[in-house]
C-alpha cells in the first residue's frame, strides 16, 4: 500500500529538525553504503554519555517516547524507514518536550554505516512485519543479516527485545538469533514487563486488550 505524502511536509520537517539526525542517503546501494562509514556522534547529539537504546521499526513513535520519559538517564534512538511515519513519531517526542530521544530515517540495513560498534545497548524489535512468505525473509528484521548487524552494533552483554503475536515469526526468529550466536530466553509477560518498566507499544495494548498471547524473547550478545 502506498502511503500518501503528507501535507506541508518540509515545513513540518523543518519544524522537528532538532528531533531527526539526519542520514545521508546519497548512496543508495548498501554494500556500497556501509563501508563509507559516517559515524554519528552520539556525546555531541545527547550532551552525555548515558547507555543508548534503539527502536526498529518505532512506527508513530508512542512505545519509544514514554520509554524515554520513563528512563532520563538513558538516550533513545527511533529508527524508522517511512518519513511520513518518522515525522508523527518526532511531533509526539516534540510535542512531550523530550531531550533523551532523536530519530533516524533509514532501513536497519543502513545502521553499521551510522552505528559505530559496541554502541548500542538495547535493541527494541516490537511486533515487526513477520513477512511469512519464504520469498520475502530477507525482509525480516529476525534473519541472519540482520542478526549480524544487531552484533556489530551491540555492547557485550548487550540484548535484543522482541515481541510479536505470530508464533511461527516467534520460532523463525528464535532460530535466527540463536543460530548467529546469541543466548536465547523467552520471557514471561511480568519479565518483560519490568524490563519495560510498564511502558506498551500501541500493538500490544490491543492484543492484551483482546486476550491474545504476546510472545517475548531477549537476545543477549555473548561478551
Sequence with gaps: ??????????????????????????????????????????????GNDNPLIMDIGCGKGGFIT???????????????????????????????????????NSGAEYLPRYFPPESVSRIYLNFSPPYP???????????????????EIL??????????????????????LCESGFDLRILSYSEANEINKGVFSEYEKKFLQLNFPVYTLKAVKNK
Excluded at 539526525?21 to 548498501?30: G, P, S
Excluded at 556500497?32 to 559516517?38: M, P
Excluded at 555492547?155 to 535466527?176: A, C, P, R, V
Aim: glycine residues 4%; without cysteine; proline residues 1%.
Design 1 to 46: 500500500m502506498r502511503i500518501r505524502r503528507r501535507k506541508h511536509l518540509e515545513e513540518r520537517l523543518e519544524n522537528i529538525k532538532d528531533y531527526f539526525i539526519v542520514a545521508d542517503k546519497e548512496i543508495i546501494d548498501v554494500n556500497k553504503a556501509v563501508k563509507d562509514k559516517k559515524y554519528f556522534d552520539f556525546t555531541e547529539i545527547f
Design 66 to 104: 514514554d520509554l524515554a520519559l520513563k528512563n532520563p538517564n538513558y538516550n533513545f534512538i527511533g529508527v524508522e524507514m517511512m518519513e511520513n511515519i518518522a515525522l508523527l513519531a518526532a511531533e509526539l517526542a516534540k510535542s512531550k518536550e523530550i531531550t533523551n530521544l532523536k530519530f533516524v
Design 133 to 151: 512468505k519464504k520469498s520475502n525473509e530477507n525482509r525480516r528484521l529476525t534473519n541472519k543479516r540482520f542478526a549480524a548487524i544487531y552484533r
Design 155 to 176: 555492547i557485550g552483554g548487550g540484548e535484543i527485545i522482541q515481541k510479536t503475536d505470530d508464533k511461527d515469526f516467534f520460532d523463525y526468529s528464535y532460530t535466527s
